[in-house]
């Protein structure tokens, strides 16, 4: 099967122009747990043909309800996430070219993630922790990289609510600015074990502070990484401009474009040379 042929559903919408600049550009998914793997997936179909993932854990049991691509005979081997996430790109894109490395991405990974990372034309963060999600920020900013933030979430004990998010950071908004970033976690997420515990003991904290693992369900991912390969489409295409920042509430159900405005004198977006004023 040709490429006009196999494309040709994607072609209708935005074109072969749209096409090649889907299949020129460089993709860089760091997280390939229950969104990353959606979004690998999603890109394969739509065509893009290189990739670089970043992700330090392995497939488990837990792993089989949410993570795509993944199957049993993962679990006993251990297999990498993002091993399990080249695999299923190459069974859609036999030719892709994936870089893969299994590592952390944390404010100390300057050498190895930010390397990688600084050759992508968009980056998509679809990560659970808020210090690496700064890194991606800064990162992104320094080096004027789209970058699509993902994340699911659940309400505490007086807000049952269940869904998630999709922001597209681009100089214009990010992370910071928007005030999506939890600073006291960042703080504790930096701590050593020695500080962790210190902080226990001086502030009552009891618990594990850096919070535990919370509800991962296949069909939420799926919107969200559904949404954020939507607005990646239409910002390498062209075909219409990116939504700035998506809310998915999965309980009500709905999806709206979130209004919030983002903060002036922002130190990331202000990096960005060709920065136009907010939408």
């Not at 690998?40 to 691509?69: F, H, K, M, P």
């Not at 080096?143 to 505490?156: K, M, P, Q, R, V």
Request: hydrophobic fraction near 40%; proline fraction near 4%.
């Amino acid at each position: 099967m040709d490429d006009d042929s196999r494309y040709s559903r994607n072609t209708a919408l935005f074109g072969e122009d749209g096409q090649r600049k889907i299949a020129a550009t460089t993709v860089a998914i760091v997280g390939l747990g229950g969104l990353g793997s959606h979004v690998a997936q999603q890109l394969a179909y739509l065509g893009v043909i290189r990739y670089t993932l970043v992700d330090d854990d392995a497939i488990t049991e837990s792993s089989l309800n949410r993570v795509i691509g993944a199957v049993p005979q993962d679990v006993p081997s251990m297999m990498p996430k993002v091993r399990a996430a080249e695999r299923l790109i190459k069974s859609l894109q036999p030719e892709a070219a994936v870089t893969v490395l299994e590592a952390r991405v944390t404010r100390s990974s300057e050498d190895g993630a930010a390397t990688l990372i600084r050759n992508a034309d968009v980056v998509f963060g679809c990560l659970d922790r808020e210090s690496p999600r700064l890194f991606l920020t800064d990162l992104c900013s320094a080096s004027e990289i789209a970058y699509f933030d993902l994340a699911t979430d659940t309400g505490g004990e007086n807000e049952d609510w269940y869904g998630g998010h999709v922001v597209y950071c681009d100089g214009r908004r990010c992370l910071s600015c928007l005030d999506l970033l939890d600073q006291r976690l960042i703080r504790i997420e930096q701590m050593t074990d020695v500080e962790l515990e210190n902080e226990r003991r001086l502030y009552g904290l009891k618990g594990d502070l850096l919070g535990g693992t919370g509800p991962a369900v296949v069909s939420v991912n799926g919107v969200v990484a559904s949404l954020a390969v939507t607005e990646f489409m239409a910002h390498v295409t062209g075909i219409r401009r990116p939504a700035p920042q998506l809310v998915y509430r999965a309980d009500i159900p709905r999806v709206t474009l979130s209004k919030d405005v983002p903060r002036s004198g922002c130190p990331y977006c202000s990096r960005w040379g060709h920065r136009q004023p907010a939408a």
